[in-house]
């Protein structure tokens, strides 16, 4: 065989491999964020129980705060250190866990004293002790986001996967014991369940940490360079702005959505906890399938786009995108037939309005398993490929049409939770199109892949 041949055949054996690693991967941390989504649906039983709407509708209000912050301080760095690492850069995790330790600080310093305002902003007092006690958890999030950034860069799925079951397995037993001990208060039962989540994270951060050491220990024979802190946040800096739209527009949603429901119903607070805390949590499990795709395409879109293999890096992506529809298209149909039947056996506890509700929102949402998880792996791509800037363009104003219909659906047009979730369908609808709009264009332009310029040879 002559030099080109073997070359040849050696490219597809690569092609071939790199395809099984992506599927490889992909499986092991959905299987693993699936497992936990469906314990956290589960822990929704006991809690709806114990709590009631009105007790679901406080957790789900302090929520929206935490997630902003858990995104300023944790949220981009998974896929940023994943990146650097995937490109050589082994040094990065460890320049990291400093400084996002601090920012976590920062960031739980913040959402204590936040907790009075916020309370005051959506008319609710008890949301404040649910702030205080859920505010430590965030610079414990932030030192896991670290570890499972280095993982995941070095194709790694596993701890990921472990570590979010391990999380959510914490926080559902602790969650329960802790509601129903104080279950004659529901706003202290409602705090108690949230400070089980400030347990889950402390617990898990120590356990990746000791994984992380634990890989350390085999260190390479030469030195690793070291990754400026400047150089860490110019990569996860832009994934963080990206992020901190989607908790920022349920924050607003949750004032808005809520205070605009007081004016004609008494129940304002118990609808938004079943469209937020029952019906997104059903919605959100067949995403969570997909964010394994998603973590996966990293890694293996990274090191291309870095060496210039720009059809090799395109191929992946389709590839990546071909796959979420391929597993989120089924599963809004799913949730579409079987909607009563996911709503009595997941929140039973709810009253025969109550449950009525949430059949039809998550009827209405159906569509978000599909746009929602587009629109998580499109993000990914574009990571991968160095243009993280357009997809934050596009969230940030799909995040402002968001809550503006919320408002114009429940002020004008006569509806209430349903008003939110129609809301929420435009929003992920639009970002969906423009971010896959964008790829298809740039991919099929002359000299450019997803926004990426072609290389001279």
């Given amino acids: ?135 430590p958890a965030v610079p414990f999030v932030s030192v896991l986001a670290v570890a499972r950034g280095s993982f995941q860069g070095a194709g790694n799925m596993t701890p990921t996967a472990v570590t979010e079951v391990l999380e959510q397995l914490i926080k559902v037993l602790a969650g329960t014991a802790l509601a129903i001990r104080f279950r004659h208060d529901t706003a202290l039962a409602a705090a108690s369940a949230l400070f089980a989540v400030t347990l889950s994270e402390a617990a898990c951060s120590l356990f990746a940490f000791a994984l992380y050491l634990g890989a350390r220990g085999r260190r390479p024979l030469y030195a690793e360079r070291k990754v400026s802190r400047a150089r860490i946040l110019g990569f996860t800096l832009p994934l963080t702005v990206a992020a901190v739209v989607m908790p920022l527009s349920q924050l607003a949603e949750s004032i808005a959505a809520v205070n605009l429901m007081r004016a004609v119903t008494a129940d304002a607070t118990a609808l938004y906890g079943i469209f937020s805390g029952c019906a997104v949590t059903i919605i959100n499990l067949p995403v969570s399938l997909t964010y394994g795709i998603a973590a996966a395409g990293i890694p293996a879109i990274s090191p291309l786009a870095a060496a210039g293999d720009e059809d090799g890096a395109r191929q992946t992506a389709r590839k990546c995108l071909l796959l979420t529809l391929a597993v989120s298209v089924p599963c809004a149909a799913a949730l579409f037939a079987f909607a009563p039947l996911a709503a009595r056996i997941i929140f039973s506890s709810l009253p025969p309005a109550g449950s009525a509700l949430l059949v039809k929102l998550v009827r209405i949402m159906a569509v978000n398993a599909v746009t929602l998880s587009l629109v998580q792996t499109a993000s990914a791509c574009l990571n991968a490929l160095g243009r993280p800037a357009y997809a934050a363009a596009v969230q940030w104003a799909t995040c402002v049409l968001r809550v503006a219909l919320t408002a114009v659906f429940i002020r004008y047009g006569g509806m209430l939770a349903e008003g939110a979730a129609v809301a929420a369908n435009v929003a992920y609808f639009v970002a969906a199109a423009f971010d896959l709009w964008y790829i298809i264009r740039n991919g099929k332009k002359p000299g450019f892949v997803f926004g990426l310029k072609r290389r001279k040879a």
């Fill in 1 to 135: 065989m002559s030099g080109r041949g073997c070359l040849d055949v050696f490219g597809r054996i690569k092609k071939f491999l790199r395809g099984r690693t992506l599927v490889s991967g992909a499986v092991v941390i959905a299987a693993g964020g699936f497992a936990s989504k469906v314990l956290g649906a589960l822990y929704r039983i006991p809690l709806a129980d114990v709590l009631g709407g009105e007790g679901m509708g406080i957790y789900q209000m302090v929520y929206p705060l935490y997630c902003i912050l858990l995104t300023v301080s944790a949220s981009g760095i998974p896929a940023g250190i994943a990146r650097l690492t995937a490109s050589g850069e082994r040094g990065a995790a460890e320049s990291a866990f400093g400084l996002y330790a601090v920012i976590g600080a920062v960031g739980a310093a913040l959402m204590f004293a936040l907790a009075r305002p916020l309370a005051l902003a959506q008319g609710e007092p008890a949301v404040e002790l649910c702030c205080k006690l859920l505010a």
